[in-house]
């Protein structure tokens, strides 16, 4: 049994964001960190005080993490960004919204004294005396503080409050990672105060001291228990009053918690089995529990429904059949061919996220290319003569302005050439496109329905989606700007017409398209041409083509990174970055010179013992990660990997994490610092091989379309949502057998629909008690983790 916990962070907009450029305008993107650490960055909308994002996320985190801030920034070019607002969702919060946190929120100022981090160890007790007992304050170390100074760092020391004394501790010098080993005694008398104070500060020469966080005793809790130590999470000052809310703008979220209790797969089998059959049958004889479970789904879930399935089926090797069981349904209740597939069905739902998990790699290599040059080009493109700019053209001094029929034509020309580049990518990628999605759509062929309807999911719902939001696919960094939308969003317009094979309707729509109709005709004839080279693989082909691939050892990540290297030896050592291409493989971490170079060092992935970030000061960059393994020989080692932005730290560090999650030699302890001299830069000691002085964060991972299949939280997943729609379940089968008993029900190869749907609600049933029994039988240790997160 496993306790996992998961954010879906959806970041849309904002509006009325207060102006930080002396333009009178922002450049605004927002950071997102859990429990103060960095995440995710959005891309930067520029000019603007009403931005639009529509970026998605999903995270996954430990139970135990207490909140999740949003902070609105204006990038700057030549100075430090400023920091606009924010915006801070606690745990409970979340937990009180079962289906989300969604809406407006306003954005509230940053607070120094409120930006607190990190945690403190205590040994606290309650030592007998002969006249009176004393309270015995132990201040070991801290870890994780939020860094005050320039360098990257703070100068902690600590202040203990107690019955109007104050005690400190000494000052250690540039670091977030303190250790003290001091301890203080104060009398406990009667009527003494209920509460001891510790501070933690950092210390400035001729500035004021900064404050870090604090935590409250509860004294007479610790007379009762007599001893307690651990870790205590550093609260802010919250004695101040609020400040305003409501002139710094507001920001647009949806976030949700999910917090599963994974059981063990053997609980699961029988819902997964189940399942299984109804697919293996369900071309035989449909009409029973998937279009069922599709009737009684919510408009508003069966994105994330058809998402869970999917990945089940992916998993069971069936993912063909339920997608062709599904296409049959659709098939069976939609008379109009050009209809088809163009609902939000469960067929259509599953069919985009087939497109994504088993395609995503074909789209960056058919489209990424296109995109760039578009990107690169950043050409002024305009078809409808309503919003043509008629500009200045020509070298100095001989200016004249362009007509309005010139700047239609070069605008023609330039996405002629766009698309027929496109058109030409497509149909040389039939070799390129995966085995699994050919068979497919081989399958959606073989059920005699017109080419529109294999376009509508290739283009319509894959292709131009990803043309209109390069970002949201992963295709760029960065949103395109406002003219380099305008060109996507024209030739996009140009792909739909393609796939609506060029149909008088969609001529009819916007006539100012004609000039690329001769393009587009053309290209209607190289889609077919694609299609039936598509779909004309064989069964055997097939087979050959997946065994191939299971040959192959599945390539996880990959991308050019900064690896670094140290040169020379005492105090002529110098240290620098060497650009390098690494490929992460379910196998190793191998790097070469170049992503065509044979691979000159290689890391077993079973030798990973954890994968984290480097505090900023360590190299003057805050993007820099180590991963630590063992050699050979049994010896660790740790290599430095520098990367070009926080998206791309947080993607790796993902991927290593994901990957390396079941090794058995996993740390729970890491060095965020490097030993450089004779000790280590982040808590100062001189011992190498020195335990580790902050946690890992193994559990804090990035979902991505290409993640390894978990069969257990995607049948968890699946459990949970059949829960929530038992009642309509339950209602359905007592249609059912009415209309059985009325002789209204015909039995097929599978048993009558509710022969089925009875054992799926025998199953949940089982399912529910699992649950429970697994509540009881948690340890003490558990129960106490429940009561926290239930707190």
């Known amino acids: 049994m496993a306790k996992r916990s998961s954010l879906s962070i959806r970041i849309i907009e904002g509006k009325n964001l207060p102006a930080k450029d002396i333009t009178g305008s922002s450049d605004p993107y927002c950071i997102v960190k859990v429990d103060n650490e960095s995440i995710i960055r959005t891309a930067t909308v520029w000019k603007t005080l009403c931005p639009f994002w529509g970026e998605e996320y999903q995270v996954h985190l430990p139970p135990t993490f207490h909140a999740v801030s949003f902070y609105v920034m204006d990038e700057d070019a030549l100075s430090r960004d400023d920091v606009i607002g924010k915006v801070c969702l606690t745990r409970d919060t979340l937990a009180s919204h079962p289906k989300g946190f969604s809406g407006w929120t306003h954005l509230t100022e940053v607070d120094p004294d409120e930006e607190v981090q990190g945690e403190i160890h205590l040994r606290l007790e309650v030592v007998p005396g002969i006249r009176a007992s004393r309270l015995r304050c132990s201040v070991l170390q801290a870890r994780d503080l939020a860094s005050k100074d320039r360098n990257g760092a703070s100068d902690p020391f600590v202040r203990v409050h107690y019955n109007g004394r104050t005690q400190e501790t000494s000052v250690v010098k540039k670091s977030c990672y303190p250790r003290w080993n001091e301890t203080f005694e104060f009398e406990l008398e009667e009527g003494s105060p209920k509460a001891l104070f510790v501070e933690a500060w950092d210390w400035d020469l001729v500035s004021k001291n900064d404050f870090l966080g604090k935590v409250v005793v509860n004294v007479q809790r610790l007379r009762a228990a007599q001893q307690e130590e651990g870790w205590f999470r550093l609260q802010p000052d919250q004695s101040k009053s609020r400040r305003g809310e409501g002139n710094l703008g507001s920001l647009q979220l949806e976030v949700r918690l999910r917090d599963e209790t994974v059981l063990p797969s053997s609980c699961y089998q029988p819902l997964v089995q189940l399942l299984c059959r109804e697919v293996k049958l369900g071309t035989q004889?449909?009409?029973?529990?998937?279009?069922?479970?599709?009737?009684?789904?919510?408009?508003?879930?069966?994105?994330?429904?058809?998402?869970?399935?999917?990945?089940?089926f992916l998993g069971q090797g069936l993912a063909k059949d339920f997608l062709d069981l599904l296409f049959q349904l659709e098939l069976g209740r939609t008379s109009e061919a050009n209809t088809l597939f163009r609902s939000n069905s469960l067929a259509s739902k599953s069919m985009e996220s087939f497109l994504k998990v088993a395609g995503m790699q074909y789209l960056h290599g058919v489209l990424g290319p296109i995109i760039d040059r578009v990107f690169e080009e950043k050409k002024y493109v305009e078809l409808d003569p309503s919003k043509v700019e008629v500009k200045d053209v020509g070298c100095s001094g001989l200016h004249r302005s362009q007509t309005e029929s010139e700047v239609l034509e070069q605008s023609a020309q330039t996405l002629r050439a766009h698309l027929r580049a496109l058109l030409n990518?497509?149909?040389?990628?039939?070799?390129?496109?995966?085995?699994?999605?050919?068979?497919?759509?081989?399958?959606?062929?073989?059920?005699?329905?017109?080419?529109?309807?294999?376009?509508?999911?290739?283009?319509?719902?894959?292709?131009?989606?990803?043309?209109?939001?390069?970002?949201?696919?992963?295709?760029?960094?960065?949103?395109?700007?406002?003219?380099?939308?305008?060109?996507?969003?024209?030739?996009?317009?140009?792909?739909?017409?393609?796939?609506?094979?060029?149909?008088?309707?969609?001529?009819?729509?916007?006539?100012?398209?004609?000039?690329?109709?001769?393009?587009?005709?053309?290209?209607?004839?190289?889609?077919?041409?694609?299609?039936?080279?598509?779909?004309?693989?064989?069964?055997?082909?097939?087979?050959?083509?997946?065994?191939?691939?299971?040959?192959?050892?599945?390539?996880?990540?990959?991308?050019?990174?900064?690896?670094?290297?140290?040169?020379?030896?005492?105090?002529?050592?110098?240290?620098?970055?060497?650009?390098?291409?690494?490929?992460?493989?379910?196998e190793a971490l191998s790097f070469a010179k170049t992503s065509s170079s044979k691979k000159s060092a290689f890391i077993k992935l079973t030798s990973i013992q954890a994968a984290e970030k480097v505090e900023e000061k360590s190299f003057g960059s805050s993007h820099v990660m180590q991963v630590i393994y063992t050699d050979d020989v049994g010896q660790p080692q740790t290599i430095y990997l520098q990367c070009k932005c926080v998206n791309e730290l947080n993607q790796w560090l993902s991927a290593l994490r994901k990957v390396s999650i079941n090794n058995p030699g996993l740390?729970?302890?890491?060095?965020?610092?490097?030993?450089?001299?004779?000790?280590?830069?982040?808590?100062?000691?001189?011992?190498?091989?020195?335990?580790?002085?902050?946690?890992?964060?193994?559990?804090?991972?990035?979902?991505?379309?290409?993640?390894?299949?978990?069969?257990?939280?995607?049948?968890?997943?699946?459990?949970?949502?059949?829960?929530?729609?038992?009642?309509?379940?339950?209602?359905?089968?007592?249609?059912?057998?009415?209309?059985?008993?009325?002789?209204?029900?015909?039995?097929?190869?599978?048993?009558?629909?509710?022969?089925?749907?009875?054992?799926?609600?025998?199953v949940l049933q089982d399912l529910q008690e699992a649950h429970n029994s697994s509540l009881v039988n948690l340890t003490p240790t558990e129960r106490h983790h429940l009561l926290e997160l239930q707190t």
């Open 425 to 586: 990518a497509i149909c040389r990628s039939v070799r390129a496109c995966p085995a699994v999605v050919r068979a497919t759509f081989r399958q959606l062929f073989r059920r005699n329905v017109p080419f529109i309807a294999v376009t509508s999911f290739l283009c319509l719902r894959f292709i131009s989606p990803a043309i209109m939001s390069p970002r949201l696919f992963h295709l760029r960094e960065r949103h395109a700007d406002a003219r380099t939308s305008r060109t996507l969003l024209l030739l996009a317009k140009a792909v739909q017409n393609v796939a609506n094979m060029d149909t008088p309707v969609s001529r009819a729509k916007e006539a100012w398209m004609e000039p690329l109709q001769p393009t587009v005709r053309q290209g209607v004839t190289q889609l077919k041409d694609f299609i039936m080279k598509l779909v004309g693989i064989e069964e055997k082909e097939e087979l050959d083509l997946q065994q191939t691939l299971n040959l192959q050892v599945p390539l996880v990540k990959e991308g050019p990174l900064f690896i670094h290297r140290t040169k020379g030896k005492g105090p002529l050592t110098s240290s620098s970055f060497k650009k390098l291409h690494f490929s992460l493989t379910t």
């Open 667 to 762: 740390l729970g302890s890491y060095h965020p610092g490097i030993f450089r001299g004779d000790k280590w830069s982040c808590c100062h000691q001189k011992d190498k091989t020195d335990r580790g002085c902050d946690k890992t964060r193994s559990r804090v991972t990035l979902q991505e379309w290409n993640d390894p299949l978990d069969h257990d939280l995607e049948a968890q997943l699946i459990y949970r949502h059949l829960l929530g729609v038992e009642a309509a379940l339950r209602e359905k089968f007592r249609l059912l057998s009415g209309d059985t008993e009325a002789g209204t029900s015909t039995t097929g190869p599978g048993g009558a629909p509710e022969d089925s749907l009875a054992q799926l609600l025998h």
């Open 285 to 312: 004889d449909p009409g029973q529990l998937i279009p069922i479970i599709e009737e009684t789904t919510s408009a508003e879930c069966r994105q994330e429904v058809a998402t869970n399935l999917l990945k089940l």
